[in-house]
């Protein structure tokens, strides 16, 4: 079993739809999270981080924490044509590791 | 002006050519990284530096030797290349664990071994 799970897709939605892309993972030592976005043929991008359970909204984007469940979110209301693009979940090995472990990535088409 | 560029985009050549890709980061930050994604998105930790000393050996051929001359540089050198290493090559760096982590990329080489 991967340490961290995503859905490849591709998701095709039309504009303004609400997008959800999720990813599970294995290792409940797990602290942070991080969602990257990678446009095409271009390197990924931070676009938000969250420690622990619970919500975090930065503009048109939430990140959400199950812990319980090990189990987070991120969710892009009103999306846009220009928010296609593959999404990255990421969490550090440990409070201290340098390793980043990443989701394969769900790649993101929304249609005008 | 780039925070991570890398050098060059593209890398093209033959089977059991040796190559060698460059990276520099003018961010201040103390560790650099380098990973590979392959044609399925899947991107994984190759080498890290931190401060000019490994502190990240993957899995990885020895036909790869990275190489950091100041912590603000880092260079991978690929010998004898071989078909499977077609993929695109992506440097990084962050300010060691602070942030928890947080990295920030280059655009990627695009190697293609023919």
């Known amino acids: 079993q991967k340490e961290v799970e995503q859905d490849p897709g591709p998701l095709s939605v039309p504009e303004g739809a609400i997008v959800s892309l999720n990813c599970t993972y294995s290792?409940?030592?797990?602290?942070?999270f991080m969602w990257y976005r990678q446009y095409s043929r271009k390197g990924p991008e931070l676009l938000m981080y969250t420690y622990s359970s619970g919500n975090k909204e930065d503009g048109r984007f939430t990140a959400q924490v199950d812990k319980s469940s090990k189990y987070i979110s991120l969710f892009i209301r009103d999306s846009q044509p220009s928010d296609s693009a593959t999404y990255l979940c990421?969490?550090?090995?440990?409070?201290?590791?340098?390793?980043?472990?990443f989701g394969s990535g769900t790649r993101l088409l929304v249609r005008p | 002006d780039t925070a991570v560029s890398q050098t060059p985009k593209y890398l093209v050549t033959q089977m059991g050519n040796d190559k060698s890709i460059k990276c520099e980061q003018n961010l201040g930050h103390d560790t650099m990284y380098w990973y590979k994604q392959d044609s399925k998105k899947f991107l994984k930790i190759m080498f890290s530096?931190?401060?000019?000393?490994?502190?990240i050996n993957e899995t990885v051929p020895n036909r790869f030797s990275p190489k950091s001359p100041d912590k603000a540089h880092l260079n991978l050198h690929i010998n004898s290349l071989e078909l499977g290493d077609s993929a695109v090559y992506f440097c990084a760096s962050s300010q060691g664990t602070q942030y928890k982590n947080i990295q920030y990329f280059g655009a990627g080489t695009r190697l293609s071994v023919l």
């Open positions: 290792n409940s030592a797990f602290q942070y």
């Open positions: 990421a969490m550090p090995q440990g409070d201290s590791s340098y390793k980043l472990i």
């Open positions: 530096y931190n401060n000019k000393e490994l502190i």
